[in-house]
């Protein structure tokens, strides 16, 4: 798996008392963010390993709040440089590889799909893979594989 952050920078610290430290990263359009704007990550802030982390990918960059038992740890405060490297920790998305792998259990569904226009399999694939949540995705194959159970 591919890092989604990987470089050296430099931790800061808010001016106000009781400010946090933290990293701020470029802007990730790309990541799947929550509703808070946050993305669960994992990773390493130099040899310290980050788990069940979240940052929070803003308008304005991404930021990681980097605490102070890790900051012990590495042994760095702000203005100080760090190696950071971090990956996403969301669960995998649904795709149409694991629809076909649903289908591949089931060979009479998988011959019935295959013989579907290519514009009605692609109609099908589309519609599973455009529900917002993963549950959602879920369901729309289980009622696609439904409908290839009844078509013929």
Avoid at 100 to 125: G, V
């Amino acid at each position: 798996m591919n890092p989604i952050f990987n470089d050296h920078i430099k931790l800061e610290k808010g001016e106000a008392k009781g400010a946090w430290t933290f990293v701020t990263m470029p802007v990730m359009p790309h990541l799947p963010k929550k509703k808070n704007s946050t993305v669960k990550v994992r990773g390493f802030i130099d040899d310290y390993e980050l788990k069940d982390i979240h940052i929070w990918a803003m308008k304005k960059g991404t930021f990681l709040a980097v605490k102070t038992e890790i900051r012990k740890v590495i042994k760095k405060e702000a203005g100080d440089t760090v190696k950071l490297e971090l990956f996403l920790d969301e669960p995998e998305s649904a795709n149409e590889d694991d629809f076909m792998a649903c289908l591949q259990e089931e060979p009479t569904l998988l011959a019935r799909f295959k013989k579907l226009p290519k514009a009605k399999q692609k109609e099908m694939t589309d519609w599973i893979f455009s529900a917002k949540t993963e549950d959602e995705k879920v369901n729309r194959m289980a009622k696609a594989m439904e409908k290839l159970e009844g078509a013929f």
